[in-house]
């Protein structure tokens, strides 16, 4: 259901003047628009006999936060020049077309000399905030700010809780209004990027979404944050922290006000199909292969040392011990790491003299081995690095390093004589991105856009070599769902006890927006998460002397592994 009405001439007890006045009403939310308050907004909940007061007071307003100046609108030019459209006052059963719509427009004067106009758009299931800048000359941005007019003319929102998609090594996922979060790719970098996406539980319990909705070449930014104020006012911000510069314009990212989600999880679930359904990305078409499914095993427990245990005898001694306790796995990965240095990824024959050899073997008993790099350029000259300030990341537009890729995954991945034909990567340390200031690379990318266009390359070189190969990152978000194949929860560092809560959390969010990506349950080794984790991703086993030497752990294993084989029900949801 979706009602739009219009009163043309509605007249207003408090001011005793006739201003037009628009109601939608949906199944999920009504709203009521005056013109005596055109920047104000009024949502309310869907049933029209409820006397509750409004669920939000959205503040029809957005700004930049530049490095010249904050581009305040000024509230006095605020005005709402728009035509009605007679075709869209009317009633659209469930059946009608679900993308219809209705746009109010507005203008308002920068403090700064330049004009906004904002556009609110009305559909069954959300509200979409749009707004674009004009100015002269050029800006240099910190924060796009919405659903403000101003630090202290943000919008008001009735909830009592948000969540936040972004794990900490605290697992701090509930928070309230009051206290600002950022998702994406923060200091943690547990997954990078987490979705840009905050659900809020609203009164009553049901839950909406906030989120933007740029296209891949918008993801300029580095957070997606909440911008509180004091009693309970509310904005959202984009984060600049590369300080891109815009010419005469800059168009914000539509931000998505979507209604009606049963959890936080189908909130984001929401989030993701949304942004489908708005064209601003396609779902992957992975060529998934039977073996990605199986139970994943990791030398790190067995790298006594670090790093510097990671050699041929640690890991075949490994091997040997799994086998030996009657664990049937079926991928390994080696872990950090095998070869000569983090940006240089050929094999250390010191430590590896035959690895070729050592993945045949696994081979021949139907086993698979991922191999272990991360992003670091350690290694790597200079000119084939991103530099920014003291920080070397990889460069993703370089000919130089993409060479240099080419000829690494040719030779992970190839079957040739010398080649290793390892059968995919697990992929670390990611997050980082470009400083603002000079750099030194093959072309400026900022925020998000670095990591996509990082993770794009070495998606699309891995796959033209072995497209079954399996990509397993440490990365939960529908824009990047396209480039990997399998997210990894990362580490934890809480209580045993907490181990399975706080890793299904990951796995819902994980699942929720990776269209199908599988998941990496990763390292908490109780007997609890060897007899749970299954159900919601793959079995992931870092299997020290202690655990193997344990009679109720490894029977937990032995048991699990079990089910697993026996094709026992999961529930990824």
Known sequence: MFKIQYIPFWHALETHEEVRHICVSTDVYRAR???SAPERLLVYAPDPESTDPERMALTIGAWCDAEDAAHRPDPATFAAPFRWDPENCRFLSPGDDEGASHTLVFRAKSFAGGEYEYRVVFFRD???????????????????????LGEDRRSFIEADAVFNPNPCVHAMQYTTLRVPVTTGSTGDWWFSPAPFCFPLRLRGGEWMSVFPA???????FTGFSTDPGTAGDIGFSLDYSGRPEFTGGYRFPP????FGAADPFAALKDHARTLVSMGKLEPPRREEADWWHGVMTCGWAAQAGGGQGCTQKAYEEYVERLDGAGVDWDILTIDDFWGMSYGVWDVNTERWPDLRGFIRRCHEKGRRVLLWICVKPDGLPDDEVYITGDLRLLDPRNPKYIRRLERCFARMFGHGADDLDADGIKLDFTGQVPLAGPAQCAER?????????LYRLIHDTAKRVKPECLLDLQVANPYFAPLYDMTRL??????????????????RIAHAVGFGALVDTDHPSTEEYYRTAYTFGNMSLYATKKVLADPVRLGAIRETIR???EGSPRDPE
Do not use: H
């Not at 959300?126 to 403000?148: H, K, M, N, P, Q």
């Not at 740029?214 to 300029?220: K, N, Q, S």
């Not at 990318?445 to 266009?453: A, P, Q």
């Open 214 to 220: 740029p296209t891949v070449d918008e993801l300029l």
């Open 126 to 148: 959300r509200i979409v905030l749009e707004a674009d800048y004009r100015f002269e000359g050029t800006l240099t941005l910190r924060r796009a700010r919405w659903a403000s």
């Open 33 to 35: 628009w005056e013109q």
């Open 445 to 453: 990318l900022y925020g998000m856009r670095y990591l996509y266009e």
């Open 490 to 507: 990362n580490d934890f560092f809480l209580p045993d006890e907490a181990a399975v809560s706080v890793m299904r959390v990951r796995a």
């Open 563 to 565: 089910k697993i084989k």
């Open 255 to 258: 931000l998505v006000f979507r």
